[in-house]
């Protein structure tokens, strides 16, 4: 229980105050988690303003709504105190800090397009292998341990963030990797973390939706090292790509302290090669002017750049480079990214992935492609989601035409859109593509025409369980599908 004037500095005003003496239990944006006593925040989303939903969250015992000034004008009730601010989303995160501070020693934070559930995850596993109390949280959940919570967020809202991560100390975590995603930067999601090292892995095309441009989108990336890190904190970029130079020169500009990843041979730590052995992949490396070697389970360019990212993260947490590469051939991909799926006495390769950008499909069919044996076929089966960034379509419709042999084009997540309108907005680009509106059919049919030379991708939905049509949530899990359609073709 906090007192009202306790909170009064993370305010523009206090509007109306009916008891100046009451203590707040807690704070929700949503009304249907009101309990007596609590801060009711009307937030407005993209369709729903959050001050319609006032009296739901009286009868549920608000004690006090946070608007802005314009809602706190219409508000009729009288027996409610009205607390104000310019920035709600940024008000949320103080109050909800105020009421959950406690946090890790040591946070990580990831940002960038691709790669981020990747690196949160690798990182989790090699604290762990070196007896670190480590723990992540993005799009695979919270996970520490044996322990795995399903989020519905890549980053969770500032209340229920705040909530977590002070579950997590409590639990004796020290070590935290944390997925930080551009809406939840841009929403203030993350403000009051206390991120003492701040990733950036790349940025490509995707949520433009939201962003409205590639400039907005990175600049909302930015804002986790200039507004969140740590002042004593360190930047670790990746600078092969154009953002992630840009980034580092803000950087320099901001006097913010900074280090870089990547092949180019500018890079503090260098990849100077990855050469594929029978059934693994051996790495050389350079950090500053020392040459190091390693061998590891994975094979495509952009998971090993992701497992290096993970490596230097744990080193500049306090891990050896020693230790860490004792246990790297430990560790395995997250669910969802680039998982073969295996079945017992098959040997057709089914692989499943999380790409839904440009990018990520193009480098997964690039990588998939130097798998291939001299006569075999890559097939991709693939779809957009609705209610997203369109302009990805014709994009992800090029990249399936240019890489891939056979395209199988498939429901993703439709959403409220039509669709048979986002499949046609990509097979217009990808004139070899075969429809097949049923991604459960599609599967069965892209299996059962594959040779055992050839390599299927079904890209999209990765780990997801469930697929979002018409806002109901069906039941689909894209490696359960695959694996009974391969036994299925095996008996025949």
């Given amino acids: 229980m906090l007192h009202l004037t306790k909170l009064t500095d993370q305010l523009t005003s206090i509007y109306k105050v009916i008891n100046s003496n009451f203590l707040i239990s807690g704070i929700s944006c949503d009304s249907r988690e009101i309990r007596k006593g609590m801060i009711f925040a009307a937030v407005n989303g993209t369709k729903r303003k959050g ?67 990747t690196i949160v995850n690798f990182l989790r596993n090699i604290w762990i292998n070196n007896n670190f109390n ?67 892995t790349n940025l490509s095309r995707d949520h433009l939706d939201y962003h409205k441009s590639m400039e907005k989108y990175f600049l909302s990336k930015f804002r986790l090292f200039k ?48 050469k594929k052995l029978k059934n693994s992949t051996k790495v050389k490396f350079r950090k500053e002017k020392k040459i190091y070697e390693f061998e590891c389970l994975l094979f495509a360019d952009f998971e090993i750049e992701n497992l290096f990212c993970s490596m230097i993260l744990a080193n500049i947490t306090g891990i050896s480079l020693v ?23 098959s040997d057709i390769n089914v692989f499943i992935d999380y790409a839904h950008t440009p990018e990520a499909l193009k480098s997964c069919l690039i990588s998939l492609k130097k798998e291939l044996k001299k006569q075999g076929k890559l097939i991709l089966l693939f779809g957009c989601g609705g209610n997203r960034d369109t302009g990805k379509r014709k994009l992800m419709g090029k990249i399936a035409e240019k890489y891939a042999d056979e395209v199988f084009i498939t429901d993703d997540n439709p959403r409220y859109e039509s669709a048979k309108n986002i499949r046609s907005e ?28 050839d390599i299927l991708l079904i890209a999209g939905k990765g780990h997801e369980k469930n697929q979002i049509i018409k806002g109901k949530y069906y039941p689909f899990d894209d490696e359960i599908i695959a694996r009974n359609a391969i036994l299925k073709r095996d008996l025949l």
Avoid at 177 to 189: N, T, Y
């Fill in 227 to 274: 507004f969140i890190l740590n002042k004593k904190g360190l930047a670790l970029i990746n600078t092969d790509n154009i953002y992630g130079k840009k980034l580092k020169n803000l950087c320099l500009d901001n006097n913010i302290k900074n280090i870089s990843y990547g092949k180019d041979k500018e890079n503090d730590w260098q990849i100077l090669s990855a």
């Fill in 51 to 117: 001050i319609n939903f006032l009296n739901q969250a009286l009868k549920q015992g608000a004690s006090a709504v946070l608007c802005d000034k314009k809602d706190a004008k219409k508000i009729k009730e009288k027996k409610i105190n009205i607390l104000v601010s310019d920035n709600i989303r940024l008000a949320i995160s103080n109050i909800a800090n105020k009421f959950y501070p406690l946090q890790p020693s040591v946070i990580v934070g990831v940002t960038g397009t691709n790669g981020k559930t």
């Fill in 426 to 453: 990509i097979s217009k680009y990808c004139k070899k593509s075969i429809d097949i509106a049923n991604r459960k059919k599609a599967i069965k049919k892209a299996i059962n025409v594959m040779k055992e030379e």
């Fill in 134 to 200: 480590g723990a992540s949280i993005g799009t695979l959940g919270i996970q520490y341990n044996r322990y795995n919570k399903q989020t519905k967020l890549t980053t969770l809202d500032p209340i229920n963030l705040h909530k977590e991560i002070t579950k997590l100390k409590k639990k004796k975590i020290d070590f935290l990797a944390l997925e930080a995603s551009s809406h939840a930067l841009d929403q203030h999601r993350l403000d009051n973390l206390r991120i003492k090292y701040a990733v950036f």
């Fill in 323 to 345: 230790n860490i590469l004792k246990g790297i051939k430990k560790i395995k991909r997250p669910q969802g990214r680039l998982n073969k799926v295996k079945v017992l006495k």
